[in-house]
């Protein structure tokens, strides 16, 4: 049978575990903050702020701390760096797990493209062993994985998109990207790389059933 993809491409917080915006959204609520004020603050000067040179490794956990806490103060609040490292790590969604095994057993390449920072235990930055050793077992089913604190370059810098589709051997017209923010996607998009805007499970599995022309299970 003739298939319409050779590869799929993941990212990893808020696609295959849930979104660390759920956890950030907590926070601000117990805290008085306003809504959506972590997000914000990430998405200011995106490529020269503290969140963007600690996921590239350019500074250490510690100075990421009071980095964060002054560009939070700039905005009015006291936000810690620390306190939102603590957020980071969702939680195993295991229906996407389901489908990276399917899609492995039906001979599909696998990878993972995932903006992380160098805190917590491995790429998925889990704050508690058990929940680390969950994460280390889902990272071992992809073939490839491409961290930004590892290679010093982080989405949506289209060089890391080249550089999973080269560790794949897969043109990016053959493969499918699944990210949670759409600013992630687009330069995926602009590669040739058919692309999807995560939401929640169901409707991450639905789109992909749809892309590569098959059931997933």
């Not at 290679?151 to 560790?167: H, S």
Request: hydrophobic share 45%; net charge negative; proline share 4%.
């Amino acid at each position: 049978m003739q298939r319409n993809f050779d590869a799929v491409i993941w990212d990893f917080g808020g696609v295959i575990t849930s979104s660390p915006f759920e956890a950030f959204a907590r926070y601000e609520a117990a805290n008085g903050l306003p809504k959506d004020f972590i997000r914000s603050i990430n998405a200011t000067d995106p490529d020269t702020n503290a969140w963007a040179r600690f996921e590239r490794s350019e500074i250490d956990a510690a100075s990421f701390d009071t980095a964060f806490l002054t560009e939070a103060e700039a905005r009015g609040h006291s936000v810690r760096g620390a306190d939102v490292l603590a957020l980071l790590a969702g939680d195993i969604r295991p229906e996407m797990v389901a489908v990276l095994r399917f899609l492995i057993s039906a001979g599909y390449k696998i990878g993972c493209i995932t903006n992380n920072v160098k805190t917590g235990s491995g790429a998925g930055m889990a704050r508690s062993v058990g929940k680390a050793a969950a994460v280390e077992e889902v990272m071992a089913l992809f073939s490839h994985v491409i961290e930004s604190s590892k290679v010093g370059i982080r989405k949506p810098d289209p060089e890391i998109y080249k550089m999973a589709c080269t560790a794949l051997d897969v043109a990016p017209a053959r493969a499918v990207f699944l990210d949670d923010l759409g600013v992630n996607l687009k330069p995926a998009r602009a590669l040739g790389m058919a692309t999807i805007k995560v939401t929640g499970a169901q409707q991450a599995i639905a789109e992909l059933a749809e892309l590569l022309g098959h059931p997933l299970d």
